[in-house]
């Protein structure tokens, strides 16, 4: 079978269920096989004008639950990230942000609280600090022609010392780039009290389950589509039904609480002590 938006935009919406987008708007045109469909009319030519086709490429969070789903391995995301590449134009070039601070590690701050003052005081470590806003260059990692000189500028960035993230969307960048990258969680005492929501990049595991597993935090949905991102949001929130979480990425938990989600997640914990006294 060819990996072409023909075979998806002939489907008969069999994902649809499955994709976070389209379960949350309920609308036929957030679907992978509508989305595919705008591709198929847009061809192979490169064409960086037609809005209402680079609106729906932007339709996506990457979780990746379409091809999960799919009988006959269609790479979804792939075709998305090479049609983003081919009919819209790059962004301005990435620059990378500054290290503050001297030490063997690295906290990535990505998340509007900066925790690493709180890992010094609780854990005996040499920690700098680097504060992105942009998810180290995530809209440059979601295309196929200026992810690889990101990764040439996180190696160069990070070097050999050990970054620690909160993120899982910053943890995955700083790995496919062949840094050495930890968890914050991997700090902090395996036993938690709430049970764990498992977001789309996270290991399948013992938790709550819902039937999507992508709270719309991702890009491109949360940079091209901030409202329908949020509907992703709520869409989850209902799901929960007031029940109270813990998630290990902190992304997905902050997108979870300003709808008001009950999430706890390990910048939480951290800040409550919960860690133990042995050094990492």
């Given at each position: ?16 269920h499955k994709c ?55 790479p979804v995301v ?5 049609a983003r590449t ?195």
């Amino acid at each position: 079978m060819k990996s072409l938006p023909d075979t998806c935009a002939l489907c008969p919406r069999l994902c649809r269920h499955k994709c976070p987008v389209a379960v949350a708007t309920g609308l036929e045109s957030t679907t992978p096989t509508a989305i595919m469909t705008n591709l198929v009319m847009l061809g192979q030519v490169a064409d960086t004008t037609n809005t209402e086709a680079n609106q729906a490429i932007d339709l996506c969070t990457r979780c990746g639950e379409c091809e999960a789903a799919c009988g006959v391995d269609q790479p979804v995301v792939d075709i998305l990230d090479a049609a983003r590449t081919r009919h819209q134009a790059p962004p301005a070039p990435w620059q990378a942000p500054s290290i503050e601070g001297a030490g063997s590690h690295i906290a990535i701050v990505c998340s509007p609280e900066d925790w690493t003052a709180s890992l010094k005081e609780a854990v005996d470590i040499d920690l700098a600090s680097l504060h992105t806003h942009d998810h180290l260059g995530e809209l440059h990692r979601i295309r196929k022609d200026t992810k690889a000189e990101v990764h040439a500028a996180l190696r160069e960035l990070i070097g050999d010392k050990v970054a620690i993230c909160t993120c899982l969307t910053c943890l995955t960048a700083l790995m496919a780039a062949g840094c050495e990258a930890i968890h914050l969680a991997s700090f902090l005492d395996t036993q938690q009290k709430l049970p764990q929501w498992r977001t789309c990049q996270c290991s399948p595991g013992p938790g709550i389950r819902t039937m999507v597993t992508c709270c719309g935090a991702r890009a491109p949905l949360i940079t091209s589509h901030p409202n329908i991102a949020n509907m992703v949001a709520e869409d989850l929130h209902r799901r929960l039904d007031g029940q109270a979480v813990y998630i290990e990425d902190t992304r997905c938990s902050t997108h979870l609480k300003a709808v008001g989600t009950q999430v706890v997640d390990p910048i939480d914990r951290l800040k409550n002590m919960e860690i133990p006294n042995a050094n990492r």
